[in-house]
Nanobody, 119 residues
Framework: VQLVESGGDFVQPGGSLTLSCVASGLTIVNMHMGWFRQAPGKEREFVAAAPWIGGNTYYGDSVRGRFTISRDNAKNTVYLQMNSLKPEDTAVYYC?????????????WGQGTRVTVSE
């Protein structure tokens, strides 16, 4: 099982980035998928979740209205569109598969992709 994130970069405040997470060794079609992040010196934080059924999406309070999670089951890929980025969004972003709840991670993690928001 492998989750590979990409798309992290250095961006100025107010900018946008799209992260991707490609899964292999598992099929995401019936898995809750999500994103978490961890900033330096801080605990891991829930960012967004896309359950496998129902079509609803869920977001952490700090990103709601700015970030959008989506999934393409045919490509076994999950995306995180990030707009209006702020310096406090700086973190390593991790993809998570087979979540156990809206903001409860499952066992499968990617290696992370770094996002830096700064002037």
């Amino acid at each position: 099982v492998q989750l590979v994130e990409s798309g992290g970069d250095f961006v100025q405040p107010g900018g946008s980035l799209t992260l991707s997470c490609v899964a292999s060794g598992l099929t995401i079609v019936n898995m809750h998928m999500g994103w978490f992040r961890q900033a330096p010196g801080k605990e891991r934080e829930f960012v967004a979740a896309a359950p496998w059924i129902g079509g609803n999406t869920y977001y952490g309070d700090s990103v709601r209205g700015r970030f959008t999670i989506s999934r393409d089951n045919a490509k076994n890929t999950v995306y995180l569109q990030m707009n209006s980025l702020k310096p406090e969004d700086t973190a390593v972003y991790y993809c998570n598969a087979d979540m156990n709840g809206v903001n409860v991670p499952g066992d499968y993690w990617g290696q992370g992709t770094r996002v830096t928001v700064s002037e």
